[in-house]
């Protein structure tokens, strides 16, 4: 019976997670999310299966992680797959480049803090939470879902400058994957920071996606051609989890501690 635990599982690629995992009726497949009571009901109106069980946990609050992974324990004796998805993204402000924090320091050190406690600490905490159950299995794969927008050849060819405090927390969120993957080599723990690809999350309906929302997708569209000229635009969560899934079944040891994307390589589109 694969056990699988996401982190962050209330929406977007998280909640499609829960989703295609429970599909396969032999999975256990346990979602940590900030609101359990809201979440219940989603899960109850979509009709998901009895395999799917919601937790509370925060990625900045380590002792609800904790008692998340208590809770776990008594679903599943062991964690196959840990998949630290929920992140903090600070839309507001995500078309302001460095420059336009002349003069407003403040307001960037506040969103970097708020990015670097659920983004890089809050993928330490879910790990440190888990592990002893994710030890207990014979998979053992610890997966962090991270960014395009954390590569650097990616950034360079797109120049896109936006997105500041985000990037920097996936850029150091991937630096975690590493140190874990080096605590935890001996020990045959899989760590690995996956892109999942530009995915529409942000409207439930993709037929009637808000035009303000459809013009942010359409612009990163054409600067993504710039790093991937043949790129067609963002793809639909059950895409992106079906590969990061393909993914995630495909990595071995030697993997371990690696930035890969969603097409499995070093390339993000
Ligand atoms: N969509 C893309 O194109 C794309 C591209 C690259 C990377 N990613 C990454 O993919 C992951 C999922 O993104 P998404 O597009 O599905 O975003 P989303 O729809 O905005 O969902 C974000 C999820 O994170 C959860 N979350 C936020 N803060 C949390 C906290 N403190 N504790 C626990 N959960 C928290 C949210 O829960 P609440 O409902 O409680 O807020 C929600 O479930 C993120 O790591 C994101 O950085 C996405």
Excluded: C
């Excluded at 499609?16 to 999975?27: A, E, H, I």
């Excluded at 009709?47 to 925060?58: R, Y």
Aim: proline share 5%.
């Amino acid at each position: 019976m694969p056990s699988y635990v996401i982190v962050g599982a209330s929406r977007g690629l998280g909640y499609q997670y829960l989703k295609t995992l429970s599909t396969n009726p032999s999975n256990k497949v346990i979602g940590l999310v900030r609101t359990p009571a809201s979440v219940q009901s989603k899960v109850s109106a979509d009709n998901l299966p009895s395999n799917v069980h919601i937790l509370q946990g925060d990625l900045t609050d380590p002792s609800s992680l904790n008692a998340a992974a208590a809770e776990a324990s008594k679903i599943t004796s062991a964690v196959d797959y840990l998949i630290v998805n929920g992140a903090f993204l600070p839309w507001e402000t995500a078309h302001l480049t460095p420059l336009d924090f002349i003069g407003n320091e403040q307001a960037f050190i506040d969103e970097l803090n708020a990015s670097m406690s659920a983004n890089v600490a809050g993928v330490m905490w879910s790990i440190n939470a888990f592990i002893d159950l994710v030890k207990k299995s014979s998979v053992k794969k610890v997966i962090v879902v991270s960014s395009g927008m954390a590569d650097t050849e990616l950034v360079g060819t797109t120049g896109i400058t936006h997105s500041v405090s985000y990037a920097i927390s996936k850029a150091g969120a991937n630096m975690v994957v590493a140190k874990y993957a080096a605590l935890y080599k001996s020990e045959g723990v899989v760590f690995l920071a996956l892109s999942p690809g530009f995915v529409q999350t942000q409207a439930e309906d993709p037929n009637n996606v808000p035009p303000e929302v459809a013009a942010g997708l359409d612009a990163l569209t054409k600067a993504f051609r710039k790093y991937e000229p043949n790129f067609e635009g963002p793809v639909l969560p059950e895409e992106s989890v079906k590969s990061q899934l393909k993914v995630i079944e495909g990595i071995t040891i030697k993997d371990s501690g690696k930035f890969l994307s969603h097409l499995g390589t070093t390339r993000m589109l």
